[in-house]
């Protein structure tokens, strides 16, 4: 074999020796593009976070959602119930009485925050009179009056949850006239005919029987778009009452005091009753 072969033979073989090589390098570059490509293993922090989105919205979160609707709810009822008449908020509760429970939920709510709650001051009021008199708590929720004396008292509200609740139109109550000696008004002014409310405790009330009205500070503020307080006694001192005591001493509400005359009130000019400002509460 001459020269030139050999070295031509050893160019052909180095030359095969490359494609192996080339080859054999080939599966090396497949997998480092693999690797740019693939995920890492996961990281305990990582896994932290895929935890965390499947975890269920905690407890907290859940009741202050529910709090928020149900307050939602409340401030939708109570400026239905400020802005109608009786009869309609008796129709209102009595086509979904839900609604009244619904309610009365978020006033208990509202009730929390007070320092001193109005319908305490009445029942330590009527804890000092005779247990003989007979009351009519208009407007009563809970009967939480009835619950706390032992007076006879009729319960009366738009929806009966408890059998001795009377449902009713305040303005229309089942009680015999001139059957009570004292009449209950604690925060349940809230129809736009209150006054006809006014004029059936008249009603029902005995001569020299006494009427108690708890309302909101702020419907009493003329200051503030509320009703003049000395205007609203002096309608209710004509329809036939004497105004005994006005009590402003508490900052959440303030307490009127009457007592049915003995005499009735001859008819002449028709009673000027002011507006009562609605209590609407915000929304948040």
């Known amino acids: 074999m001459t020269k030139s072969e050999i070295e031509s033979k050893k160019r052909k073989k180095k030359s095969r020796n490359n494609g192996v090589q080339k080859k054999n390098l080939k599966p090396i570059n497949n997998h480092s593009e693999n690797e740019k490509h693939q995920i890492p293993p996961s990281s305990s922090s990582s896994s932290s976070k895929l935890g965390k989105l499947k975890t269920k919205p905690s407890s907290t979160f859940l009741d202050k959602m529910r709090a928020r609707l149900s307050g939602g709810h409340f401030r939708m009822i109570n400026e239905k119930l400020y802005t109608c008449t009786g009869k309609e908020a008796l129709d209102y509760f009595q086509e979904d009485p839900s609604l009244f429970d619904m309610y009365h939920a978020g006033y208990k709510t509202q009730m929390s925050t007070w320092p001193e709650k109005p319908v305490n001051v009445i029942i330590k009021w009527l804890k000092k009179q005779s247990p003989s008199l007979v009351v009519a708590d208009f407007g009563c929720g809970d009967a939480l009056i009835a619950k706390s004396v032992t007076n006879k008292v009729f319960s009366l509200d738009l929806v009966s949850n408890d059998p001795k609740v009377i449902a009713c139109d305040m303005?229309?109550?089942?009680?015999?006239?001139?059957?009570?000696?004292?009449?209950?008004?604690?925060?349940?002014l809230m129809?736009?005919?209150y006054q006809s409310y006014i004029e059936e405790a008249n009603r029902v009330l005995k001569p020299g029987g006494w009427l108690l009205i708890a309302e909101v500070k702020s419907r009493f503020d003329p200051t503030n778009g509320g009703a003049d307080p000395e205007k609203f006694s002096r309608a209710i001192s004509d329809l036939g009452f004497n105004s005994v005591k006005q009590d402003f001493s508490n900052k959440m509400f303030i307490l009127f005091y009457f007592t049915k005359k003995d005499k009735r009130k001859s008819k002449g000019k028709e009673t000027e009753?002011?507006?009562?400002k609605p209590c609407l509460y915000k929304r948040r």
């Not at 303005?171 to 349940?188: E, M, R, W, Y």
């Open 171 to 188: 303005s229309n109550a089942p009680i015999v006239s001139s059957s009570v000696d004292v009449a209950v008004f604690c925060l349940s």
């Open 273 to 276: 009753w002011p507006m009562l």
């Open 191 to 193: 129809g736009t005919n």
